[in-house]
Protein backbone atom coordinates (compact mmCIF):
# COMPACT_ATOMS: atom_id res chain seq x y z
CA UNK A 1 0.00 0.00 0.00
CA UNK A 2 2.63 2.36 0.69
CA UNK A 3 4.84 1.06 -2.21
CA UNK A 4 4.16 4.33 -4.50
CA UNK A 5 4.31 7.33 -2.33
CA UNK A 6 7.51 8.60 -3.16
CA UNK A 7 6.27 8.14 -6.66
CA UNK A 8 2.99 10.31 -5.52
CA UNK A 9 5.31 12.82 -4.20
CA UNK A 10 7.39 13.23 -7.16
CA UNK A 11 4.23 14.17 -9.29
CA UNK A 12 2.67 16.30 -6.17
CA UNK A 13 6.40 18.46 -6.25
CA UNK A 14 5.71 18.70 -10.60
CA UNK A 15 2.36 19.61 -10.18
CA UNK A 16 3.30 22.41 -7.34
CA UNK A 17 6.42 23.47 -10.07
CA UNK A 18 4.00 23.98 -12.72
CA UNK A 19 1.56 26.25 -10.27
CA UNK A 20 4.85 27.80 -9.07
CA UNK A 21 5.65 28.93 -11.97
CA UNK A 22 2.50 30.25 -12.89
CA UNK A 23 2.75 32.56 -10.24
CA UNK A 24 6.07 34.10 -11.59
CA UNK A 25 7.97 32.40 -9.26
CA UNK A 26 11.23 30.19 -9.70
CA UNK A 27 12.03 26.99 -8.28
CA UNK A 28 14.81 24.41 -7.75
CA UNK A 29 14.98 20.77 -6.38
CA UNK A 30 17.59 20.06 -4.44
CA UNK A 31 18.41 16.42 -4.24
CA UNK A 32 21.55 16.54 -2.09
CA UNK A 33 18.49 16.65 0.34
CA UNK A 34 18.78 12.58 0.52
CA UNK A 35 22.76 12.85 1.28
CA UNK A 36 21.82 12.68 5.02
CA UNK A 37 18.58 11.50 5.60
CA UNK A 38 18.94 10.41 9.23
CA UNK A 39 20.24 14.25 9.65
CA UNK A 40 17.59 15.48 7.46
CA UNK A 41 14.61 13.86 9.36
CA UNK A 42 15.77 14.53 12.95
CA UNK A 43 15.55 18.23 11.53
CA UNK A 44 12.22 18.30 10.32
CA UNK A 45 10.94 16.09 13.39
CA UNK A 46 9.44 13.50 10.54
CA UNK A 47 7.56 10.70 12.21
CA UNK A 48 9.19 7.28 11.97
CA UNK A 49 9.19 5.10 8.39
CA UNK A 50 9.00 8.54 6.88
CA UNK A 51 11.85 9.66 4.43
CA UNK A 52 11.84 13.10 2.61
CA UNK A 53 12.99 12.37 -1.05
CA UNK A 54 13.84 15.87 -2.53
CA UNK A 55 14.02 19.52 -1.45
CA UNK A 56 12.28 21.89 -3.69
CA UNK A 57 13.28 25.88 -3.07
CA UNK A 58 10.79 28.29 -4.07
CA UNK A 59 11.61 32.59 -4.65
CA UNK A 60 11.22 35.00 -7.14
CA UNK A 61 13.90 35.35 -9.77
CA UNK A 62 16.30 38.21 -10.00
CA UNK A 63 15.64 39.65 -13.17
CA UNK A 64 19.15 41.24 -12.61
CA UNK A 65 21.01 37.59 -12.93
CA UNK A 66 21.05 36.14 -16.57
CA UNK A 67 20.23 32.11 -16.40
CA UNK A 68 19.43 30.04 -18.71
CA UNK A 69 17.42 26.39 -19.13
CA UNK A 70 20.54 24.10 -18.77
CA UNK A 71 20.86 21.92 -21.93
CA UNK A 72 19.77 18.24 -21.67
CA UNK A 73 21.13 15.29 -23.30
CA UNK A 74 19.65 14.62 -27.07
CA UNK A 75 16.40 12.28 -26.57
CA UNK A 76 17.90 9.80 -28.68
CA UNK A 77 20.39 9.32 -25.26
CA UNK A 78 17.54 8.62 -23.21
CA UNK A 79 14.39 7.72 -25.03
CA UNK A 80 14.34 4.01 -25.85
CA UNK A 81 11.48 1.55 -27.59
CA UNK A 82 11.17 -1.50 -26.27
CA UNK A 83 14.81 -2.24 -25.41
CA UNK A 84 17.85 -0.36 -23.86
CA UNK A 85 20.76 0.26 -25.68
CA UNK A 86 24.09 2.74 -25.01
CA UNK A 87 23.58 6.01 -26.05
CA UNK A 88 25.81 6.70 -28.94
CA UNK A 89 29.55 8.07 -27.62
CA UNK A 90 29.41 10.91 -30.20
CA UNK A 91 26.06 12.09 -28.74
CA UNK A 92 27.89 11.98 -25.35
CA UNK A 93 30.68 14.11 -26.84
CA UNK A 94 28.37 16.09 -28.61
CA UNK A 95 26.87 17.11 -25.39
CA UNK A 96 29.65 17.37 -23.27
CA UNK A 97 30.67 20.15 -25.60
CA UNK A 98 27.10 22.02 -25.49
CA UNK A 99 27.46 21.68 -21.34
CA UNK A 100 30.46 22.96 -21.75
CA UNK A 101 29.78 26.34 -23.55
CA UNK A 102 26.44 26.45 -21.19
CA UNK A 103 29.19 26.50 -18.45
CA UNK A 104 30.97 29.07 -19.59
CA UNK A 105 28.11 31.38 -20.40
CA UNK A 106 26.70 30.75 -16.53
CA UNK A 107 30.31 31.91 -15.12
CA UNK A 108 30.70 27.92 -14.30
CA UNK A 109 33.30 25.55 -14.02
CA UNK A 110 33.72 24.12 -17.78
CA UNK A 111 33.41 20.50 -16.78
CA UNK A 112 30.94 18.88 -19.41
CA UNK A 113 29.08 16.12 -18.39
CA UNK A 114 30.21 12.38 -18.50
CA UNK A 115 33.51 13.32 -15.91
CA UNK A 116 31.50 14.23 -13.42
CA UNK A 117 28.69 11.74 -13.95
CA UNK A 118 31.24 8.90 -13.99
CA UNK A 119 32.63 10.67 -10.82
CA UNK A 120 29.74 10.28 -8.88
CA UNK A 121 29.07 7.08 -8.49
CA UNK A 122 32.86 5.58 -9.32
CA UNK A 123 33.27 4.41 -5.54
CA UNK A 124 30.90 4.14 -2.60
CA UNK A 125 32.64 7.16 -0.99
CA UNK A 126 31.51 9.19 -4.19
CA UNK A 127 27.75 8.34 -3.16
CA UNK A 128 28.10 10.40 0.06
CA UNK A 129 26.11 8.12 2.26
CA UNK A 130 23.96 6.50 -0.69
CA UNK A 131 25.58 3.44 -0.08
CA UNK A 132 24.42 2.85 3.17
CA UNK A 133 20.50 3.72 2.07
CA UNK A 134 19.16 0.30 3.14
CA UNK A 135 20.51 -0.13 6.61
CA UNK A 136 19.63 4.06 7.09
CA UNK A 137 16.34 3.24 5.95
CA UNK A 138 15.71 0.57 8.52
CA UNK A 139 17.37 2.56 11.10
CA UNK A 140 14.38 5.29 10.21
CA UNK A 141 11.78 2.64 10.94
CA UNK A 142 10.91 1.81 7.28
CA UNK A 143 10.33 -2.84 7.47
CA UNK A 144 12.45 -3.76 4.62
CA UNK A 145 14.65 -6.47 4.12
Request: hydrophobic share 35%; net charge positive.
Amino acid sequence: MHRNRTGSSRLAAQNAVAAIDSLGLGSCYVGGIRNRPEDVSRELNLPPATIAVFDLTVGYPDPAVKTDVKPRLSQSSILFHETYSEPARDDLNSYDEVLKVFQKKQGLQQNGWTAPIAQRVENAAALKGRAELSQTLRRLGFGIK
